[in-house]
Structures are given as C-alpha cells and as structure tokens.
C-alpha cells in the first residue's frame, strides 16, 4: 500500500513539474517575435518602459540586474529609438523608491527630466503593464528588461490587448535559482489573468504621456535604510520615546 501511495505521489509531481515547464516553454514561444536583443533593430516607440528592481543587493553591492536595465533604457533613449522613459517600480517604503532612484541615475548619465515619467505603483510586472495603458495612455510601448522578465511582461501584455515589444538586456550569468523562481512567477501570472482575473493594485486618474512630473530636488532614493534597518530603527525610536514619558512626568 505504501509503496502505491509513494509513486502515486510522484506521478503527480511529474505530471505538474511537466505542466510547468511546458506552461513556461509556450509562454516564451507565444512572446518571441515581440523581443529584440540588439537595440539597432528594435523599431522606434514614443514610450520605453523599464521595470523596476532593487539597486543593491543585499551584499551592499550593485546588482546586475538594475545596472543591465539602466544601461538598456540609456541606449534605447540614445539611439532614438523611444522619446520618454517610464520608471515603473516599487515605492512601497519611504526608504526603499524604485523609480527615484532609476530617475536620479537616468539624470546622471545625461537624460533629460523633462523625459522621465515616474509609476510609483509598480508593485507588480502586471500592474506595471496594465499601468501604462490605463493610466499612462499609452498601449504601443518598449518594455526594457532581461529576456526571462520580457517574456513574462508580454505575455500579460499579449493577453491584455497591449500592443508592446520588449528590449531583452543581458543578463547576469549565476542565474538558474532566478530561472527556477520565474516558472514559479509565470504560473502566478496565469493564475492572475485566468483565473483570478486580477487588476493593477492602484490605477486613478489618466496622465497621457508627455505630462510634466515634478520631482522634490530632496525626494528619498535608497539605499539609506534597508528594510530591516529601518524596522530596527522604528524599535529603537519607540524604546527612546518610552524612556522620555517617565523623565518628562517628573
């Protein structure tokens, strides 16, 4: 009985490690002729949009992923092949802001402000994409992400109508953990769009691109707290502020 009930259990695992990765293989077979790894033949859009993720690891070192995409909106801008450039990232914490911080680097390495637009409810790739239709108006636009991501993007993209294409940037070489956790991602876009049929967290009021987007000179990037630096400063701050009421009773 229980070696029935053993290959049993395995034959189900089979069947859905096999599901998986078949679900993963049509996924980048339906979004291949949507990207373009040479920025020279890529055709021209007024909009590039470049997915947001964390510029730093948690090593304190620069992370590649962020350095690629960086890089791959800079020649997409510079070889005019889109006009604006749309941050699209997590602004979910006061110390920790995605499209700042690409803002500030994009200025750094020449691009105009007046060419950035800032989405500060990027929470997800799907609420990235849906964004820049329903709020930014725009629904032929340049994704800019490694190939794994662009493919992904697509095909939310794909099932929403969206008519994008996709700049694939290199990506770094120790990446199998992160090409494992992607079929995991893919099959929670399909459970979104199919299943769930889920919408962007936020969407609001449409601001077609160009829309000026003013900045504050001293708005937050990061790193100057991680996460959990910050919760550990929260703590201390409250023990401070508990150790005041007794003194400030006296």
């Known amino acids: ?68 995409r960086i890089q791959g909106a800079l020649n997409a801008y510079n070889s005019n092949k889109v006009n604006y450039l749309l941050l699209s990232g997590d602004n979910a914490l006061q110390s920790y802001n995605e499209p700042v911080t690409m803002r500030r680097d994009l200025i750094n390495a020449g691009v105009p402000n007046g060419d950035i637009v800032l989405d500060y409810a990027g929470f997800r790739t799907l609420d ?73 967290r936020f969407l609001g009021p449409m601001i077609p691109i160009p829309a000026v987007h003013k900045v504050a000179a001293d708005a937050q990037s990061y790193p100057a707290v991680s996460p959990e630096q910050l919760q550990e400063l929260e703590q201390v701050l409250k023990q401070e502020k508990a150790a005041e009421k007794p003194a400030a009773s006296k």
């Not at 859009?45 to 070192?61: C, D, E, I, M």
Request: aromatic share 10%.
């Open 1 to 68: 009985m229980w070696r029935r009930l053993i290959y049993g259990i395995l034959t189900v695992a089979i069947l859905l490690a096999v599901t998986a990765i078949g679900l993963d293989r049509w996924i980048s077979w339906k979004t291949a002729p949507y990207i373009y790894e040479d920025v020279q033949d890529l055709p021209h859009r007024q909009v590039g949009v470049v997915l947001g993720t964390a510029k730093y690891v948690s090593t304190g070192t620069i992370n590649q992923y962020y350095r690629y």
């Open 128 to 200: 990235s994409i849906v964004r820049t239709r329903k709020v930014f108006d725009t629904n032929d636009f340049t994704i800019i992400t490694q190939r794994f991501h662009c493919e992904r993007a697509l095909f939310i993209a794909l099932h929403m109508g969206i008519q994008a294409q996709c700049l694939a940037v290199p990506s770094p070489k120790n990446m199998m953990m992160i090409r494992v956790r992607e079929i995991g991602a893919r099959l929670g876009a399909l459970t979104d769009l199919y299943i769930l049929k889920r919408e962007p």
